[in-house]
């Protein structure tokens, strides 16, 4: 499972039909109930042709299962296991699973005994692990072998077995900030902005400190967004991580450890699967790897981007937060710029936490 932000658009005219559907009393300023809900209806059909679990017939693909199921049906083999009554099966079948285990060859049995551990007692040595055993014994028909192991079915209009899947898929569930309720700042009497739906993802301990009549916010208009004061904030944070990245380095250690997956190797300092800090980088270099070098206008570091002509991502990602990088960091960099340079200063910006 992972977590990652998208930094999706609502086009002006979504917004411009929200204010004039309110009522009168309500437009001036817009509700932020009415923004929510809004920017909720806008973003469902945004999302949709990237949800993996869609329903919608027009986001399938077909993909046929009888290839890799009938050769494996041939032959193929699993770990199974005989019961003493001269019952056969695998050993992910309910039927076993629920009370045993094969660890190294041998079977126990599950929570055994007062301390509900695992043993190997005269049940569990009763029962005779199986571990090659032919697939094509354990089920009468290729067919229903792609049924029950694969989960396939028999699809009239295709003429084959398989299932359905959306090639597309991006997210299983997605929440409006969650995890990224901080990423855009405003003036405090901004009306139409959008606040995290999942406030409990980052505790108020995590909440950055914002000027004095500013906040912190999720989504709000591109000409509402502080992006110069957003800039020179970050600009002192990153300037103060490469100071005690570069100082680590030099001493050869790290002190005041902020987080234990960050280390020191041949490179420099690195963190999960980036590189936060090379060996001698310039404090110009550090920030334009940062995105906060002069040429980039708006400071925002999403996964993804989204607008109603696609989806955009520097790669895809896995389990993990494991992602690949199908392109160069800076390059990612320049391209999220491009992106929002685009965007009409009236369109209304949106991190969305996806799921996957």
């Known amino acids: 499972m992972s977590h990652f932000p998208v930094l999706a658009v609502l086009e002006p005219e979504t917004l411009r039909g929200c204010i004039d559907d309110a009522p009168p009393k309500a437009r001036q300023p817009m509700r932020q109930t009415q923004v929510q809900r809004t920017a909720n209806l806008a973003l469902e059909p945004l999302l949709a042709p990237y949800d993996e679990g869609t329903s919608d017939p027009q986001y399938w693909e077909f993909v046929s299962c009888e290839a890799d199921a ?5 032959t193929g083999t699993l770990p199974c296991v005989r019961f003493p009554d001269g019952r056969i099966c695998d050993i992910c079948d309910f039927a076993f699973c629920s009370r045993f285990l094969a660890v190294d060859g041998k079977i126990y049995q599950r929570c055994s005994g007062p301390l509900r551990h695992r043993r190997r007692n005269r049940k569990a040595r009763k029962l005779k692990l199986l571990p090659e055993y032919p697939v094509k014994r354990l089920w009468p028909s290729w067919e229903r072998f792609a049924e029950d192991f694969y989960g396939c079915t028999y699809d009239e209009e295709m003429e084959a077995y398989g299932y359905y899947k959306n090639p597309n898929a991006k997210w299983d569930w997605y929440v409006v900030g969650g995890r990224w309720p901080h990423e855009f700042l405003v ?3 901004c009306q139409t ?6 406030p409990e ?19 709000a208009r591109k000409a509402d967004i502080q992006w110069d004061i957003i800039k020179e904030l970050a600009m002192k944070r990153e300037l103060a991580h490469y100071e005690q990245y570069r100082s680590w380095v030099e001493r050869g250690e790290i002190t005041d450890r902020v987080s234990p997956l960050l280390r020191l190797t041949e490179v420099g300092v690195e963190g999960w699967d980036e590189v936060l800090y090379y060996k001698g980088e310039t404090q110009e270099a550090y920030l334009n790897r940062a995105g906060l070098a002069e040429k980039d206008r708006f400071p925002c570091w999403p996964f993804a981007l989204l607008r109603e002509d696609g989806w955009q991502s520097r790669g895809s990602m896995g389990w993990f937060g494991i992602s690949t990088k199908d392109m160069e960091e800076r390059a990612w960099r320049d391209t999220v ?20």
């Open 193 to 198: 902005v959008l606040e995290a739906e999942w």
């Open 201 to 219: 993802a980052d505790p108020e301990s995590r909440m950055p400190v914002a000027p004095s009549g500013f906040r912190w916010v999720c989504g």
């Open 337 to 356: 710029q491009t992106f929002l340079d685009a965007v009409p200063m009236d369109a209304m910006l949106v991190v969305v936490d996806c799921h996957i």
């Open 187 to 189: 003036r405090k009497d």
């Open 70 to 74: 009938n050769q494996r049906y041939e």
